[in-house]
Nanobody
Framework: QVQLVESGGGLVQAGGSLRLSCAAS????????MGWFRQAPGKEREFVAA????????AYADSVKGRFTISRDNAERTVYLQMNSLKPKDTAVYYC???????????????????WGQGTRVTVTS
């Protein structure tokens, strides 16, 4: 089991940017794909972005393509989500998780391996 701690959320105006971080404990971080998910009020948790363990492949939800960028630093056991051109519909609690994903297709919540953490809240105002 890996413990994941998300941070970097906050309140931002539409068009602004935020960078989320997810710090992982344990030695297996670099062996797994990682993903970001989000859950808006009253909605189900949804996939946002994923990155292969090597960093060589990424995937994004259509709703964030061209605006969000996922990256990772295996030495620091951290995965990041750079969010630009934020929109009010991006308002949600954002979570990270390890994924069973081999770099093809688009993962979903069912690919997540670990228990969900507290997440980090992102609020985008218009």
């Amino acid at each position: 089991q890996v413990q994941l701690v998300e941070s970097g959320g906050g309140l931002v105006q539409a068009g602004g940017s935020l960078r989320l971080s997810c710090a992982a404990s344990g030695r297996t971080f670099s062996s797994y794909a990682m993903g970001w998910f989000r859950q808006a009020p009253g909605k189900e948790r949804e996939f946002v972005a994923a990155i292969h363990w090597s960093g060589g492949s990424t995937a994004y939800a259509d709703s964030v393509k061209g605006r969000f960028t996922i990256s990772r630093d295996n030495a620091e056991r951290t995965v990041y989500l750079q969010m630009n051109s934020l929109k009010p519909k991006d308002t949600a609690v954002y979570y990270c998780n390890r994924l069973v994903w081999y770099g093809r297709g688009v993962p979903n919540v069912g690919n997540a391996l670990d228990a969900w953490g507290q997440g980090t809240r992102v609020t985008v105002t218009s």
